[in-house]
């Protein structure tokens, strides 16, 4: 049972690691945002200067980025779905690995006992056998001694 346990600890600790990972991608996403906010609020100081062309090549160089930034987390959080489902299935087949494994036990188990109760059984048997045979043999003892009393008087 101890190495289930090592691998769900395995397991736990993988899944703190994903999701710490997750929760960075994310933090970093907003601080994104962030940074696009103010980037946005400098373009519309470029477009008094520049012109709307570069602001507009500003923003979807931006969206790119971010783009790819979405591509990248939903690819993540799709990993991290089969991973779970993986490990579920894998928690599946040792549950019933083991709850075979228990059956089987059980059944040797019944089966030792009932062989060993067929040959106490079996002893048992042949003690009344012999209890058997010694009562003939001292029945007929008895009759020889019977017989030679007879034979005496």
Do not use: C, H, P
Not at 28 to 51: A, N, P, V, W
């Amino acid at each position: 049972m101890n190495k289930y346990s090592n691998k769900s600890e395995d397991w736990l600790q993988d899944e703190l690691i994903k999701r710490e990972i997750f929760f960075e991608k994310l933090t970093s996403m907003q601080e994104i945002q962030e940074e696009i906010r103010l980037y946005e609020e400098e373009t519309d100081l470029l477009e008094l200067r520049e012109g709307k062309k570069l602001v507009e090549k500003s923003l979807d160089s931006a969206i790119e980025f971010l783009l790819g930034q979405i591509k990248e987390t939903t690819s993540s959080i799709e990993q991290l779905k089969l991973e779970k489902q993986r490990i579920k299935e894998t928690i599946r087949k040792k549950k019933n690995d083991l709850n075979s494994k228990l059956e089987i036990e059980k059944r040797r188990k019944i089966v030792k006992q009932r062989d060993k109760a067929l040959l106490q059984s079996a002893e048992k048997d042949k003690e009344i056998e012999n209890l058997k045979t010694q009562i003939r043999t001292f029945s007929k003892e008895i009759e020889q001694e019977f017989s030679k009393l007879q034979n005496t008087n």
